[in-house]
Every structure is written in C-alpha cells, then in structure tokens.
T-cell receptor, first 109, second 115 residues
Framework: KNEVEQSPQNLTAQEGEFITINCSYS?????LHWLQQHPGGGIVSLFM???GKKKHGRLIATINIQEKHSSLHITASHPRDSAVYIC???????????FGQGTRLTINP | KAGVTQTPRYLIKTRGQQVTLSCSPI?????VSWYQQTPGQGLQFLFE???????NKGNFPGRFSGRQFSNSRSEMNVSTLELGDSALYLC??????????????FGPGTRLTVT
C-alpha cells in the first residue's frame, strides 16, 4: 500500500463545476504539499500546509491532521485547470517528498 | 529571480553509457532534491543535498549518484545506463533544510531516453 493515496485517479468535469481531489496518508508528516503538473512535465507547487486551510484564487486546500486527510478544491473550474494534481507528504527532518500517484483532471468547455 | 534550471532538457543515450545531469537552484536556495518520474512508478525520491552533503538517498542502485557544489548547484550521474532508466529527472530547490518544511520549487526536468 502506498503511503500516500489519492482519489479519484481520473476526473472529467464541465467548465464551471466545483472540483474536489482527496489525499490520504498513513504516517506522520512535516507538511502536505499539493503540486500541479501540466503536459510537458513542469511541476508547480500550489500549496504547502501542515494545518487548517489555505486559499489562492480559485484553489483551496484543507488538511485534517487527526484523520490524516487533505483535500484540494477548485471552484468555477476552467479548461486551463486541466492537469495532473499530485499530493505529497513531507518527511519529518528532511525536505524529501513522498508522492501520491496523481489525479488527472480534465475540464471540458 | 530566475527559477530552477536543469540541463540538458533532453538526452538520448545508449545502454551501458553514463550520463550527468545538472541542476541550478534558485539563487539563495541551499537545498536540492532529485526525483525520477516514470509512467509505471510515478514520482520517486532519488537524493537530497544540503551544504554539499547528501542528507538522504532513495531506494535506487549505486549506479545513481550525485553531488552538490559550494554554490548549491547539483549534479546527478547515472552509470551503466539501462533501458529502465528512461525517465523524466526533476530537481527541486528549497530555501533551507532541516526540521522545518520548506516549499519546493521544481525545475523543468531532463527527459532521458535510453535506447
């Protein structure tokens, strides 16, 4: 079993829909990272959080430390949000990351 | 500030050869991590460096090695290439290293194809 599990693996939605991607982890973390990867490979860090909730524009990330669960929400989704979203747990005492398998999101116009 | 740069961006090598990939972190960043991404295994940690010292190594054979220079630039080397080493190799830099987590900034990656 992977230390970091994401669901769903694939998600297709219509423009404007509210999107939720879930991430569960089985061991302690220093922080939980949400990353975005577009075709071509470049990875962008969206959020790093260790408690509560963060918001950037239409993106919201939440984490529940007791339940070892995090969610990434996208409001008013747009075709340009189409990408692979990856959650990763930070290892305590280091900077290395352990990654989930990613969620491929496709937003149709 | 310029982002993380990686060279070369694309590389084609044959089995048995060796390869060196380079990563220049964001100016002022002192920690560099390397990751391998393949369709089958996803993203996997290779190694991380801080202050010219390897702090952690992932579960990869000894053919994979790396180093960090005094200016924080890092290189990784893969010797005796195998077909399975074909992957996207990503490096990420962060401001510092230690018990406090830091945001990681990824480079564009080097796509290595082994034929």
């Amino acid at each position: 079993k992977n230390e970091v599990e994401q669901s769903p693996q694939n998600l297709t939605a219509q423009e404007g829909e509210f999107i939720t991607i879930n991430c569960s982890y089985s061991v302690g973390i220093s922080a939980l990272h949400w990353l975005q990867q577009h075709p071509g490979g470049g990875i962008v860090s969206l959020f790093m959080l260790s408690s509560g909730k963060k918001k950037h524009g239409r993106l919201i990330a939440t984490i529940n430390i007791q339940e070892k669960h995090s969610s990434l929400h996208i409001t008013a989704s747009h075709p340009r949000d189409s990408a692979v979203y990856i959650c990763a747990r930070g290892i305590q005492g280091a900077q290395k990351l352990v990654f989930g398998q990613g969620t491929r999101l496709t937003i149709n116009p | 500030k310029a982002g993380v740069t990686q060279t070369p961006r694309y590389l084609i090598k044959t089995r048995g050869q060796q390869v060196t990939l380079s990563c220049s972190p964001i100016s002022g960043h002192r920690s560099v991590s390397w990751y391998q991404q393949t369709p089958g295994q996803g993203l996997q940690f290779l190694f991380e460096y801080f202050s010219e010292t390897q702090r952690n190594k992932g579960n990869f054979p000894g053919r994979f090695s790396g180093r960090q220079f005094s200016n924080s630039r890092s290189e990784m080397n893969v010797s005796t290439l195998e077909l399975g080493d074909s992957a996207l190799y990503l490096c990420a830099s962060s401001l510092n290293w230690g018990s406090i987590p830091y945001e990681q900034y990824f480079g564009p990656g080097t796509r290595l194809t082994v034929t």
